[in-house]
């Protein structure tokens, strides 16, 4: 079967377990693709003998009970792998190899499926374009020298070139969906506490969350219903109960209040985002839900607000990459001289950006005017949440302010980089599930993405919202495979 | 409490100055495993042999609160009788060292799980109370070791991230001698909670030491210096008497004292600046987002208040009130747990005021000669309650007991056997005495007539024939009553 790859993970899934393929035939075709599209540089580390290996040993005596039974599958380099390098997209964990598995990937081992690789992202997941890895930059499939979106940008390139049938990435201002939106895939951001933080290498831990990215809703449904558990290794765990996402996915959506924020109408949005949404709105008064305008007053707060906690979190996190212990370690006159020498060769630009950034709003003197007053305002986000969702089942909104830029294009320019974060940002302050699903395109032909906001732990809610749009919207990827010599 | 108790001052001309001290205690809370991971606490280990994932911090691990440590903090928080929090927060204390692996430390800062307490002092002249302003936990560093390699530093990471209370008194301290009683009143409260073994060689108790000096009579506190991680009461008390003469040097000389970090030379004995106020770290606070403000119910304090065993100050009560022994005796008698418990196992089946006595005399005479706790005396309490028997009912005199003590010291023999084996068995049958004291006047038949006729001095000569006679086992009692019949 030459089209194995364009496969759905639930056509894979079905016919695997028809045993019209084997997770061998699956395994090497993906590793395959994965090897004739190098250029897209969206691996950091490859590990396709061990698949094809481990393919093998499923065939000889295959569990098709299990959920992912033989899938192949590539995740994002933050999440720790037991014996394979985890690097974090940066150099100062370039030669770290965990004696230990995430949480997160854990459970997906544990449901049957073969780790293929390792994918590329944003330094400890610090950018909006994978152009702060220190592995490069990654290409989008969509077009030639386009970014994938960021943080988990090798991951929407993996997924959308179909290197990977679906994957797993981190969001912690919108690392999931923005990209999803660029790269014309769907990605969730679950509620903070929904899946696990054990095992994830921390960029800013009261907003880091693991969530799936897939071709199609059902895929993501299922994919979360692996990854989403109660653990006690995390403290910020929450154990609720959770849905069988995929089992229980309708598209029967109707009476559904839907709210339309109008404080997400920012200046200068290109009109093509706001026709999208408006025919986002369209697409879901077909499916009998209803539309209700509301009001998020705070929503202006949010970008300055993340980037005042995000970064003091982070300047904390990081102290630990330090070459005492493990990962890089540059040579000094003392104690002092090696860590000045270690971080400063061993972070990037941004990284150390950030971190100065967390230094200063954490210093004494300037605690109670930034990261004090950051956490008040969070307050009044989540707070503005929690009214409109007396009003409302869900709330939709486009998932970024534009589609993919060029690569280079935003890279002098970190304020408006971190613009497009703008509409993703408020869900992780609040610590709300949300969900990008491509929507349309813009004149380019490049992907345009819809975000769906839910109540916290209410992801089955936008999974349905969002299985009935995708059914209504039909979107098709145009992908020509340009890179493939 | 009377009014003239001595005073602890420093006098130059014609100045006296007070000293004003406060105690950041460090106490290693007692438990199997650290604060937030499951690794052993066990003294003594090799280097880095009790080390997790989570206390090397690794990428992506995570902080778990150790449950058996809240209730550790709270029991001595009751202890205390401190206000316990029901909310309270892990706070974030950022700095780099080489062995503290996250980069920060997991302390308590804003809202620390216990509030403010009290501790009693029995001082000679008297009993003090010091305010407690709070309790907090927090996460033990590494060791760095600098003496093993000319170049290296090497860093045993096993302490790391052992659970620690950080007990901080008010400034209520006055002498040396008043630190001295707080930290062992504190020791006592919480070894007889089993919350920290107090073991200063172990490190499981240390202090920072605030100390600063004003004008008797004035009310306002003088600029304080901190002396960091003093591991002994003798070096806190030398390194206070030390700081409190340079202060006061200082201002005599008409300089000012700058607010700093020092540190105790132990061989020079002298404090030496660590740090200024100005090059004092900036830890930059905050929440530590990885773990959930920690909180506990009324029902979760109540249970464990049923846990708390009766403590020092009421124990002292007790004794006064039941067995009727002086305060001082008493206060001796609760300084630990395993002394009480020594002495009330003693006087089961044995006589208070001799026990008493034994105990606080012999007893600890003796274990101190050997270097020895309580625990570890080679005298059981059972046994120590036969030999005072012994003497209570005459078989053996109080000089012959010192010796069959001694002979228990040696090991834990049951003094009877000592007594008969060493044939040191009082001699009190009358009959025989009798036989012995006729026989000595017999044989001074010029003295008793001299004592007859008045020189009464000579009893003494008669008393001193006999237990001569009697190889010093008659019963002195008894010759006594018996020589004063027959003379």
New interface residues.
Partial sequence: MSDITKQSLSELIKNIKDKKLSSTEVTKAFVERSENSKDLNAYVTEDFSAAIDKAKKFDENPNLDLKLPGIPMAVKDLF?TKNVK?T?GSKI?NN?I???E?TVTQNIWNEGAILLGKLNCDEFAMGSSNETSFFGCVQNPIDKDLVPGGSSGGSSSAVAAQLTPITIGTDTGGSIRQPASFTGIVGLKPTYGSCS??????F???LDQAGPMAQNVKDCALLHEVISSYD?????SIDFKRNKYSKELTNNIKGKKIGIPKEYRVDGMPKEIEDLWKKGIDYVKDCGAEIIDISLPHTNYALPTYYIVAP??A??N???Y?G???GFRADGEN??DM?EKTRSEGFGAEVQRRIMIG?YV???GY?DAY?LKAQKVRKLIKNDFDEAYKKVDAILTPSTPSSAFKIGEKTNDPVSMYLNDIFTVPVNLAGLPGISIPAGHDAKGYPLGLQIIGKAFDEQNILNIAYAMEEKINFKNKITDWWIK | MSKDKPEYLINRKDNQYEVVIGLEVHAQVTSESKLFSTSSTKFGAEPNTQVS?VD??????????NEFCVKQAIKTGIGLKAKINKRSVFD?K?Y???DL????QISQFKDPIVGEGKVILDMPDGQKEVGIERLHLEQDAGKSIHDLDPKN?F?DLNRSGVALMEIVSKPDLRSPDEVNAYVKKLRSIMRYLGTCDGNMQEGSLRADVNVSVRRKGTKDFGTRCEIKNVNSIKFMQMAIEYEANRQVDLIEDGQSIDQETRLFDIKKNETRSMRSKEDAH?Y???PD????PLEVSDDFIEKLKLEIPELPDEKKKRFIEKFKVSPYEATILVSDNETSNYFENVIKKSDVKLATNWIIGELFAALNEKNLEITESPISAGNLSKLINLIKDGTISGKMAKTVFEHMMEGDKDPKKIVEEKGLKQESDPKALEKLIDKVIDDNREKATEYKSGKVKLFGFFVGQVMKVSGGKANPQLVNEILKKKL
């Fill in positions: 720790c985890t974090a964990l770290f965990p004696t230990y995430s933080r054990y095992g994830i290498v921390a800013a831990s009261s006690e290794k995390d403290s910020t003091a979190e300047s904390s990081l102290a630990r330090d005492v212990k493990y104690l002092i860590y230094t954490l210093s004494s605690y990261y | 994932l090397a911090a690794f990428p992506g691990m995570l902080p778990v609160i974030r950022n780099f060292y080489a692996p996250q980069g920060y530093t860093v900036d930059r606070y905050f987002p990885d773990l959930l």
